[in-house]
């Protein structure tokens, strides 16, 4: 097979038709569509394919390498598992906005030339944002509109990026981009704004718990991840990415400790997780990379996984905020135990899928020497399994007894969550599958004794604090309240400037009017005093008074030349 | 806390079961922690190797974060309608 026709577009025309079908079909169909762009993926051979000429440019549609494939199959692996998810939901807008959405992350994961890539990363912006409207509530058309306008802006600086690039290099090609220059530094924001740089984050914890159950699922897979993708083709061994990523991997931990909505709480430990990968990038060596793709692939799983676990919460009891909810054990056993495989998978137990994944990271900065950056991982790698591990569970499904009872979760979506369990677990038993598919040869054994008992022990301790902390009452209950981050810049000073402003531009305007109007009348004034019928130029003389000026004038000249 | 719908009783409502767990989970530290006595750790870096690194770490890093944490809410924390509030004024 040539290749030529983009996997891409199996998803996106196959979604157009979706709404054409009847019942029944409609989902076989949709269910069909991933299954058939993978098995196309499958007939592709790796190398350039679908090439375009475009203003003496060359646009490469399909470019299929290792790297490219690992993330094409986990992206359509993760559009699978949420149509699975969202089989039961009669919204038509969710299904086609998500398909494209998720064809549209492929788009940019196949595309060759910077330029291809920057009308996929816009189509995933546009299409992304209706997930968050479907939930259809001036809330969520807010957020929605905060949301798609940082995504647009971040395709804008890669847009400018990628225009100087060309200039720079004659070439829109997207191989190693590196930090030389201002193209860089654009395209970089632009790639860093997507995969949730610290300060470009908030749209993050801001829009993703406000979509719809269904929605958060196919979001937490392919924007950030394509985020992750780009930054791996382009800036790889990036030593400033080193740094960015050790500061995304804690700073959102001591927020996740204190929020109350628990899809918000998940939100920044998936900002935790991709400060990992941006670590592994950044140091750029072979086992890193290897560790930072790899970490990816498991985190779309095991994240969506746990996401999958709270839409469920959200479907079933109408709320998801730790405050109101607990004992749900009782009313959804399964929906707990798929829960706790996610939170084992994310806290890295030997045999699950952290595990296998985010150790390859920890040991390339060790062997880096960077110590100061191991200890902060390890740090967030204890703080990830105390709020995502053990705080998820604990307030959703165990804690106080809320005296909710509700159903157990459709059949679709405990579907869902079981195949991910399975996958989780799949790939931290036998890491040899997924280590198989990594960019570069993988010569690193996860399980030697030292490992698995050090990891072992810092996740019980970590365990023993969570216990500990909560017996004393030292921790912090859940409180309804939101938290200050980043998007209170133009959330609320923002908006508190164009509220001032706009208020001194309207008193200013107002001033400047009466001053204006003052003034009018005063010359007004004027002008009629001077001018109105019996005014000082207006008035009528005497002919006698103008015959006497005259001789006036006469006598004065006749003095002058008199006395001359 | 309203009452259960239901009357059933499940092991964990029973609050001396839930102590049983906490002991446990002491148990299984304390185990833990001696294989530290048989096994020398290969580790990347030397003070990893120290007796117990990684349980004291794991202990103290979560102590130190949710501490931290709850001094952040000091100044972080709001209530919920704080972003809604001026919504309305527009």
Same mark, same amino acid.
């Given at each position: ?9 199996v998803?996106?025309?196959g ?12 989902k076989?169909?949709m269910?069909?569509l991933p ?13 350039l ?12 549609l399909m470019r ?15 559009a ?22 998720a064809?549209?992350?492929?788009g ?15 189509l ?12 259809r509530?001036?809330?969520s058309?807010a ?17 400018? /990026?990628? +225009? ?7 070439? @829109?090609?997207? &191989?190693? !981009?590196?930090? *030389?220059?201002?193209? $860089? ?11 949730a740089?610290?300060?470009?984050h ?7 718990p ?6 958060t ?14 930054l ?24 996740a ?12 430990s ?33 994240? /969506?996984? +746990? ?7 959200? @479907?079933?009891? &109408?709320? !998801?905020?730790? *405050?109101?909810?607990? $004992? ?12 706790i ?11 699950f ?44 499904f165990?804690?106080h007894d809320?005296g ?13 969550m079981?195949?991910a369990?399975?996958?989780c677990?799949g ?10 598919l ?19 022990? @810092? ?14 009452g030292i ?7 939101v ?9 609320k000073?923002?908006?508190g ?5 706009r208020?001194?531009?309207t ?5 400047l009017?009466e001053?204006?109007?003052a ?22 003389w ?16 006749l ?6 | ?7 059933k ?7 001396h079961?839930v ?13 833990l922690i ?16 120290v ?7 794991g202990?103290?890093a979560?102590v130190a974060?949710v ?10 924390m ?6 809604d509030?001026d919504?309305?004024?527009?």
């Open positions: 097979m040539t290749g030529n026709f983009p996997v891409a577009l998803l996106i025309l979604a157009v038709l979706i709404p054409l079908l009847p019942g029944l079909l409609r076989a169909w269910l069909a299954v058939i762009a993978f098995g196309y993926l499958l007939a592709i051979p790796h190398g394919h679908g090439q375009v000429e475009l203003l003496g440019q060359t646009l490469t299929v390498d290792k790297l490219s494939f690992l993330f094409g199959t986990i992206f359509l692996l993760a699978l598992l949420s149509v699975i998810y969202a089989l039961h939901v009669d919204d038509t807008m969710q299904h086609v906005a998500g398909l494209v959405y064809g549209a992350a492929i940019a994961v196949f595309a060759g030339d910077l330029m291809t890539l920057f009308i996929y990363w816009e995933t912006a546009v299409s992304s944002v209706l997930l968050v409207w479907a939930r509530g001036e809330h058309a957020t929605g509109m905060r949301y798609v306008i940082v995504q647009l802006l971040s395709g804008m600086f890669l847009l400018a /990026g990628a +225009l100087m690039h060309w200039r720079a290099t004659g070439s @829109l090609e997207f &191989g190693h !981009i590196g930090l *030389s220059g201002t193209a $860089g530094l654009l395209i970089l924001i632009g790639f860093g704004i997507k995969s740089f610290p300060f470009l908030n749209w993050l914890m801001d829009a993703y406000e979509a719809t159950p269904t929605g699922v196919f979001l937490s897979a392919f924007t950030t991840k394509l985020g992750i993708y780009a791996a083709r382009g800036f790889a061994g990036t030593e400033e990415l080193v740094w960015i990523g050790t500061l995304m991997a804690a700073f959102p931990i001591f927020y400790v204190i929020e109350n909505d628990l899809r918000r709480v998940l939100a920044y998936m900002n935790n997780q991709l400060g990992f990968m941006v670590v592994g990038i950044g140091i750029g060596t072979e086992l890193a990379l290897n560790g930072a793709v790899a970490h990816a692939f498991a985190d779309i799983i095991f994240k /969506g996984l +746990l996401f999958m676990s709270m839409g469920a919460v959200l @479907l079933r009891t &109408g709320t !998801i905020k730790g *405050s109101e909810l607990g $004992g749900l054990y009782k009313s959804m056993p399964w929906t707990t135990g798929f829960c495989v996610g939170a084992a998978s994310i806290s890295a137990f030997p045999l899928s952290g595990f296998v994944t985010k150790s390859m990271i920890m040991s390339a900065a060790a062997m880096e020497g960077m110590t100061f950056n191991w200890l902060v991982l390890l740090f967030a790698s204890a703080g990830v399994f105390h709020h995502a591990g053990i705080k998820i569970p604990y307030f959703a165990f804690a809320s909710i009872r509700c159903q157990e979760a459709p059949r679709n979506m405990l579907a869902a079981g195949i369990a399975a996958l677990i790939i931290g038993v036998f890491p040899g599958a997924l280590y198989a990594l960019p570069y040869t993988v010569n690193y054994e996860p399980y030697t004794a030292s490992h698995v008992v050090a990891q072992t022990q @810092l996740l019980f301790y970590s365990a023993l604090a969570f216990a500990v902390l909560m017996r004393t921790y912090p209950p859940e409180l309804k309240s938290n200050l981050d980043s998007d209170w810049l133009y959330r000073a923002g908006w400037f164009v509220v001032t402003f208020l001194a531009l008193e200013t305007r107002a001033g009017a001053l204006i109007e003034r009018r009348l005063a010359i007004a004034d004027f002008v009629t005093r001077h001018r109105r019928p019996e005014g000082l130029l207006m008035r009528s005497p002919t006698g008074s103008m015959a006497l000026w005259v001789m006036v004038l006469l006598l004065a000249n003095a002058f030349f008199y006395l001359r | 806390m309203t009452p259960p719908a239901d009357s009783k499940y092991w964990l409502d029973d609050p079961n102590t049983k767990l906490f002991r446990g989970l002491w148990i299984a530290c304390g185990l001696g294989i530290d006595l048989f096994l020398h750790r290969h580790e990347d870096f030397e003070f990893a190797t007796f117990g690194f990684h349980g004291a770490y202990f103290f979560c974060l501490l931290a944490a709850k001094q952040l809410r000091k100044v972080l709001r209530p919920e309608d704080y972003y509030r919504r309305h004024d527009r």
